[in-house]
């Protein structure tokens, strides 16, 4: 099973390679297909034998060589429940992303589909990397690809919006890295023997105690990196650009796929390697959930571009993922983890959608659309299902996600405070508001404009790529335990730990000199109170130790 | 017999200058310049394949202590080496489309990597002298190659001007740390006891000297007109080789005679790193000649690497030298490829619109150029990341974040300049009737060459890395 998870991963970069050597843009075509299902195909055998009792460890693990000298730094990759439903979600959307762009991709195909190929290598390997400096080469992987995607392939404003993407996200990045290497040292003389890591097992073992003015730094500049990939208000400002321009699969990857590697990082390592920070950071992080919920909202509803509406509904349901992740509580975690598959599927099925809208009538404005119901029947119905899922109608997916949130929220005891679900539950009413206004205008009404009498329903191709997604969207909606028992073992113990974790190194930092911002800081959370009061009784015993030492 | 064991372990320095002659002399009375680029590129060959034998083989000194061999010394002549030969077989083609092609270039490239052999090879700060000025007047002559070109001749000229300038601050840095110390052997200079104002004044002076040559700011005025001026394959040359060649010497010289002295010019290292590392960004940003921004974006290179000799530490060394490796490959290519665009229109084809739809026409081309210049932002799995990224590790942990975390702000503002040229390439529609031809056979197998190692140093750069790591007990 280890070998197999390594053929899932690297089988479409070979894919990639072999394209370079096919001339005819149909074999291009077909060979793509060919390799993503059959990754997709391969990929099903691990979670069949996915074990979700399992916590701590991860399953089908490959550990290689060290591979930077006298460093720690090692190849290795495997599933555990935080990345299991984010894999498969990649390896799933793949055979319908080189589908969806099977006839709207008419220049240099063969270079399009390898950038998808290798894309879709980059982002198995994030969500599959245990070493925090494999899952920063993996991600890195996919910027370039993306890159060329929306330059290339891209809309009118294609140059900027990918050059603020790809700039954009790099900051972020490279100031993670220097965080990144500052923590592999610290983790080597604490845990290590003084050699360098990065081994996420060794990152998270109750061993490495990092101190809290530490902590608020490496926090602050992995967050920082986490919020332009996710992304968070105010760092989101390249992503309605960077959707809008983007070819439609590009902007499928991105939503389905892209943006998830940011929360899954908040996840994995943000809130595991610092758990005081992210404690204390939480009430922050989710007010800036909430404010991202209610003001991509609020500018979506504005929106005279579909895709661009799409795209701020992006923001609006990442707020909800944010959220749950920072409510520290089981609940809300599987709500958010869920939340990451719903999005991919109905706002990937969304961006599909617009992209068939807009290969017909080379046009995304709503006001240029009216009354397409009576011509595309059968497209209406999908659109139909894929924006009440958006919307988080109970029956399909989206409500799923949202409910776990708002309630993980709701009894949230780190945040302390019901007011980040009523804000956030008002993301809700309003995305009722602008998915089903934007549909009425599009879809209903009379038909105002003589081009879209013209208008051909979707084919074969297009509902059997539509289909599968639809299935999902009923079946987590119906069912979502099938899909949330994945996740559930692994979240609690993985909160659990860091809860207990964030205790012992509070415990310990009772004793230190900390500056008064950090006594200020790590004093407001309620966990934290019980711990940090001693601070003030032992000192005296402290200093008496110290004395006794110096002499 | 001690003697014969002597020559062996200068044996690249024989052939290259022997090599030198030989093809001057070939000049002379046959006046091919076919044999002479054939006999050029199997006298470098030969070379690199002993350097790079010399890499597994003792460390030590010889000629009187004058000469240091093995480790760093001969990991600087592969550095040396490689640029040679990439940079010739580069040369042949490139000269020939645009006009230039003539023999007695190739015995100038010889003698310049005579120079570079002997100032990675030095052990004696004379020695260092005697290797920078020979490499640095063949460098002048091969500036000013094409005679007809105002640019390339104001190139040579300031070239000339400054780096005799320069030559003197070296000179007279190593004649008062010669007053101080009374030797002009790096480890005796090292045992110095008293360090008073002329001692001070010397090192000083010194590290000016090697600044220049480094071109590190503000003593980069040189550079982008000299890089844009000369031929741009003997641009691959002088900014690889000559520039690796430099940054070994000053290793050498920091380690072995300067130790003791490490608080006092690491701060000043500390200081020009960010000053060209920030300066070297901003002005590679503006700049819309590819060469000349590829110019720039050298001296912001160099400012990554005075971080690691700002950290001064046996890691970070070693990381020097590894990043040194990766800027080698990576330059050398993307001046290749560079060259390669200005076959078709002729020298000085490099303003970054002409580039402007060439990614497609030949496509193998246009992945290689992403792959060189993706390495340089230090994007991975490229051997620039790891070069980078050891580089700000090492200095990470001899606390110097700050300046670390100003590197990886400069880098990502240079991602801006490198992807211009890939947002031309592949994202604009041509405005040239251009029609690329094929590279020869030989051109596109060394291009494939550099991009194929500059991803397997990237991926598997564990390789190096234990052999640079393992020189540190022997050298520093």
Known sequence: MELLLNIVIYLPLLGALLLLFIRQDDWVRWTSLLVTTATFVLSIPLLLQFDITSTGTAQYLTVGEPFLGDWDVKYMVGLDGLSMLLFMLTTFMAPIVVLSSWTSVRKHVAGFYSMLLILQTGSLGVFAALDLFMFYIFFELTQIPMFFLIGIWGGEDRIYATVKFFIYTLVGWLLMLVALIYVGFAAGNMVNDGIFTTDWQLLTSPEFQLGLVEQTWLFLAFGFAFCIKVPIFPFHSWLPLAHTEAPTAGSVVLAAIALKMGTYAVLRYLIPLFPNAAIAFAPMFAVLGVIGIIYGALVAMVQKDVKKLVAYSSISHLGF???????????????????????????GALFIIVGMLYERRHSRLISDFGGVAKMMPVLTVMFMIATLASIGLPGLNGFVGEFLILVGTFNSEVLGSPWYAVLAALGVILAAAYMLWMFQRVMFGPVTHEENKKLTDINAREIGLLVPIMIFIVWIGIRPTDFTRYSEAQVTWMLEDTQTRAETIAGNAAGEQLPSWALKLYDVTPHMAASMEPVNETKATTTAKSKEESL | MESANELLTILPLIIIGAAGLFVMMLDAFTGS?????????????????????????????????????????????????????????????????????????????????????????????????????????????????????????????????????????????????????????????????????????????????????????????????????????????????????????????????????????????????????????????????????????????????????????????????????????????????????????????TDINNYSGLGFQQPIIGVLMSIFLFSMVGI?????????????????????????????????????????????????????????????????????????????????????????????????
């Open chain 2, 33 to 349: 310049a076919r044999l002479a680029f054939v006999s050029t590129v199997l006298f470098s060959a030969a070379a690199l394949a002993v350097a790079v034998t010399d890499l597994f083989g003792p460390t030590g000194e010889s000629f009187y202590d004058l000469i240091t061999y093995g480790g760093t010394a001969a990991f600087g002549m592969v550095l040396v080496m490689m640029g040679t030969l990439f940079s010739v077989i580069l040369s042949r083609d490139y000269l020939e489309k645009t006009g230039g092609h003539i023999a007695e270039v190739y015995s100038m490239i010889l003698f310049a990597a005579f120079g570079m052999l002997l100032l990675v090879a030095s052990n004696n700060l004379v020695t260092v002298f005697l290797g920078i000025e020979t490499m640095s007047i063949s460098l002048y002559v091969l500036a000013g190659l094409v005679k007809n070109e105002k640019k390339s001749v104001e190139a040579a000229l300031k070239y000339f001007l400054l780096g005799a300038f320069a030559t003197g601050f070296l000179l007279y840095g190593i004649a008062l740390l010669y007053g101080a110390s009374g030797s002009t052997f790096l480890v005796d200079i090292a045992a110095t006891e008293e360090k008073g104002m002329i001692y001070w004044a010397g090192v000083g002076l010194l590290l000016v000297g090697f600044f220049f040559k480094i071109s590190a700011v503000p003593f980069h005025m040189w550079t982008p007109d000299v890089y844009q001026g000369a031929p741009t394959t003997i641009t691959a040359f002088m900014a690889t080789a000559s520039k690796a060649a430099a940054f070994v010497a000053f290793i050498l010289v920091l380690s072995r005679a300067l130790p003791d002295a490490r608080s006092e010019w690491s701060d000043v290292i500390w200081l020009f790193a960010l000053l060209t590392m920030v300066i070297g960004n901003i002005l590679a940003l503006v700049q819309d000649n590819v060469k000349r921004m590829l110019a720039y974006s050298s001296i912001a290179h160099a400012g990554y690497i005075m971080i690691g000799l700002a950290a001064g530490t046996g890691a970070a060394y070693s990381a020097v030298l590894f990043y040194l490796f990766a800027y080698t490959l990576m330059n050398i290519g993307a001046f290749g490829i560079v060259a390669y665009y200005e076959w078709h229109k002729g020298y000085d084809f």
């Open chain 2, 380 to 476: 991975p799995p490229f051997a620039g990341f790891i070069g980078k990224y050891r580089v700000f590790a090492a200095a990470v942990d001899e606390g110097l974040i700050g300046l670390v975390i100003v590197g990886v702000l400069a880098s990502a503002a240079s991602v801006y300049y490198y992807l211009r040229v890939l947002v031309h390439m592949y994202m604009k529609e041509s405005e040239n009737d251009i029609t690329l031809v094929r590279p020869g056979t030989l051109y596109m197998a060394v291009l494939l060459l550099l991009a194929a190692l500059t991803i397997y140093f990237g991926i598997n750069p564990g390789i190096l890395t234990d052999l640079l790591g393992s020189f540190k007990a022997v050298t520093y």
């Open chain 1, 321 to 347: 993922v944010v959220l749950g992740m920072f409510a520290f509580n089981t609940t809300g975690a599987q709500g958010a983890i869920i939340q990451m598959v719903n999005h991919g599927l109905s706002t």
